[in-house]
Nanobody
Framework: QEQLQESGGGLVQAGDSRRLSCSTS????????MGWFRQAPGKEREFVAT????????YYTDSVKDRFTISRDKSQSTAYLQMNGLKQEDTAVYYC???????????????????WGQGTQVTVSS
């Protein structure tokens, strides 16, 4: 059983930065990955970014790839989402998830993730 705990959400102004954290068990098999998703009010959940735990290889959705950075600290068993240049459209509940997939791009599909955190709210004001 994988238990995930997000933290770091809050109210920020447009243009600000924020870092989200997600603690995990830190599995070491090569296909294990951590992902970040978000869901804005009235919208479907969408993929944000994912990272292969073993290699550190990353994959982003186009709308955030120049502003957000996903990373992981193996020693802390924690994944991070550094968000810079936040925009109002980034307002959402952000979820971290743990999953598996041999092809990194396939991990944009939420079905690849078995475990999910409870979510943390990020609100970007103008």
């Amino acid at each position: 059983q994988e238990q995930l705990q997000e933290s770091g959400g809050g109210l920020v102004q447009a243009g600000d930065s924020r870092r989200l954290s997600c603690s995990t068990s830190g599995r070491t098999d090569n296909s294990f990955a951590m992902g970040w998703f978000r869901q804005a009010p009235g919208k479907e959940r969408e993929f944000v970014a994912t990272i292969r735990w073993s290699s550190g290889h990353t994959y982003y959705t186009d709308s955030v790839k120049d502003r957000f950075t996903i990373s992981r600290d193996k020693s802390q068993s924690t994944a991070y989402l550094q968000m810079n240049g936040l925009k109002q459209e980034d307002t959402a509940v952000y979820y971290c998830a743990a999953g598996q997939g041999l092809i990194l791009s396939s991990l944009r599909n939420g079905a690849q993730y078995r475990y999910w955190g409870q979510g943390t709210q990020v609100t970007v004001s103008s």
